[in-house]
């Protein structure tokens, strides 16, 4: 069983930036590759970005040049830099790990972006 806890939203202006956080559970995150989701009132799941194991990043379009993707493996943590935080990144953001064919989700973090 993994389990995935998001911190680090919160309300933030045009402009602005978070650092998002999310740890995981077990011994087996090093191994893994994980992603960033997020889900805007009203609207689907979006998949952000993700790194894999070897560290290789790919982002989605819309975030690409403002959001960063790190994970340090000793601290069973990956994270998400926003930087240049529009209202469009309203959204809860989600961490996503795949174990043998199931998918984990951790409970998700708010981002609000409002002046």
Request: proline share 3%; net charge positive.
């Amino acid at each position: 069983q993994v389990q995935l806890v998001e911190s680090g939203g919160g309300l933030v202006q045009p402009g602005g930036s978070l650092r998002l956080s999310c740890a995981a559970s077990g011994s087996i995150f090093s191994t893994r590759t994980m992603a960033w989701y997020r889900q805007a009132p009203g609207k689907q799941r979006e998949w952000v970005g993700l790194i894999t194991t070897d560290g290789s990043i790919r982002y989605a379009n819309s975030v690409k040049g403002r959001f960063t993707i790190s994970r340090d493996n000793a601290k069973n943590t990956v994270y998400l830099e926003m930087n240049g935080l529009k209202p469009e990144d309203t959204a809860v953001y989600y961490c996503n790990m795949g174990v043998g064919g199931l998918t984990y989700w951790g409970q998700g973090t708010q981002v609000t972006v409002s002046s």
